[in-house]
């Protein structure tokens, strides 16, 4: 079975600081991923995603994630956090194969100071 | 554009009393799910329909059934609400069941006392 590690339960950066939020998977073939943000009260909105292909995927609201396989990492980027930023991310991986299940990873919570 | 809709937002129950929670969406996609979402646990899978007419468990299944009512609603439901039921339940729907992406309504935050 597929397993995900956020190994950063809670991160603060300044606003305009860059992000790096970290995911790990375990899954012996190419993983469907994917990053998801949830803002207090709402549900999780899609961030990005990566099926194949170019490894530096980008997303909406200037986030951009990159596949590394040797190191079963897929890591979420932004150059500069905006204070609208600060919410929880969590990252998913899905088998392949038609069948749904995902797994999401416990999440990171972004705290944006001024 | 509601996209995925769930109510109530929030309930409170006894031991041993049953509810239902409701969910619809509107983009005309096949496959919905339900996740529960408890602290430093993630999001896990209750149940999932792949299209109208088909439910299956998922990860986390004992203690409640689903009802594909139709191809826009999927309602999840607690026979006898237990203290470990405590938490917050999305649904979620998907275009397919091939990891197309998810998309999620607001939650229901149910406390059982």
């Known amino acids: 079975a597929q397993s995900v590690t956020q190994p950063d339960i809670h991160i603060t950066v300044s606003e305009g600081a860059s992000l790096e939020l970290r995911c790990n998977y375990s899954?012996?073939?190419?993983?469907?991923l994917f990053w998801y943000v949830q803002s207090p009260g709402q549900g999780l909105q899609l961030l990005l995603k990566?099926?194949?292909?170019?490894?530096l995927v980008q997303g909406i609201k200037g986030f951009e994630a990159e596949f590394k396989r040797s190191q079963s990492s897929f890591n979420l980027r932004k150059p500069s956090v905006h204070w609208s930023d600060a919410a929880e991310y969590f990252c998913?991986?899905?088998?392949?194969?038609?069948?749904?299940?995902?797994?999401f990873g416990t999440g990171t919570k972004l705290q944006v100071i001024p | 554009n509601a996209g995925v809709t769930q109510t109530p937002k929030f309930q409170v129950l006894k031991t041993g009393q049953s509810m239902t929670l409701q969910c619809a969406q509107d983009?005309?996609?096949?496959?919905m799910y339900w996740y529960r979402q408890d602290p430093g646990m993630g999001l896990r899978l209750i149940y999932y329909?792949?299209?109208?007419?088909?439910?299956d468990k998922g990860e986390v299944p004992n203690g409640y059934n689903v009802s594909r009512l139709n191809k826009r609603e999927f309602s999840l439901r607690l026979e006898s609400a237990a203290p470990s039921q405590t938490s917050v339940y999305f649904c979620?729907?998907?275009?397919?069941?091939?990891?197309?992406?998810?998309?999620f309504g607001n939650g229901t935050r149910l406390t059982v006392t």
């Open positions: 329909s792949a299209s109208e007419g088909t439910t």
């Open positions: 998913a991986v899905g088998l392949s194969g038609g069948y749904q299940k995902v797994t």
């Open positions: 983009m005309n996609h096949n496959s």
């Open positions: 979620a729907s998907s275009e397919w069941l091939d990891n197309s992406p998810l998309h």
């Open positions: 899954y012996g073939a190419t993983p469907y």
């Open positions: 990566y099926f194949s292909g170019d490894t």
